[in-house]
């Protein structure tokens, strides 16, 4: 019953078109787990690509080619990833594939890009507006998984949620309701270097805190 919880605090559903060659990523007690990049269209046209995590137990290599559509539940898992270049470690997230269905194309009944959050607030949530006056706040969620593991889920809110957000306190329970999203940014290396970068955050469409029950929707 407490690991079936511990799933539904933390779902994701995806459904896109396979944009990268599957690579091995880790063995886990003799389980063998790949990566690939899944690319998922926004209703603006622009696209997410999104790292997705699988056990060679769900697949059949020959499948999973650059072009195929699928339809993927799972997790947001995050590790952290040290890098050479800026000598620290990096959050990475990746969606943890626990089951996964080949489609013959893309179906637009389906949400593209799901996500649902249960967890707690890790850090002080950042809020500010942006130079048109749009309001936006940071925030940092740890999810619990089985274990005694978390996952540390970078999230973003916009609007009467930005402003909701910015009154939690470390330590709250929230749920939340968004899209992975990816988002390309620039960094600047203490040696003048600038390299590109990829951040992946939810995109929030609506949050409660779980104690109060308050909710804001967009």
Known sequence: MQEDNLLKNNQVKVHGRIVSELTFSHDVYGESFYNFNLEITRLSDTSDVLPITISERLIDKEELQIGVVVFIT????????????ESKNRLILTIFTRDIEILPEENTNINPNEVTLNGFICKPPIYRTTPFGREIADILIAVNRAYNKS????????GRNARFAAKLNVGDNIRLWGRMQSRVYQKKLENGEVIERVAFEISVSKIESVEKSLKETE
Not at 151 to 158: G, H, L, M, T, V
Request: without cysteine.
């Open 74 to 85: 799972g997790q947001i898992r995050s590790y952290n990833n040290y890098t050479d270049t």
């Open 151 to 158: 996952d540390y889920i970078p999230s973003i809110a916009w």
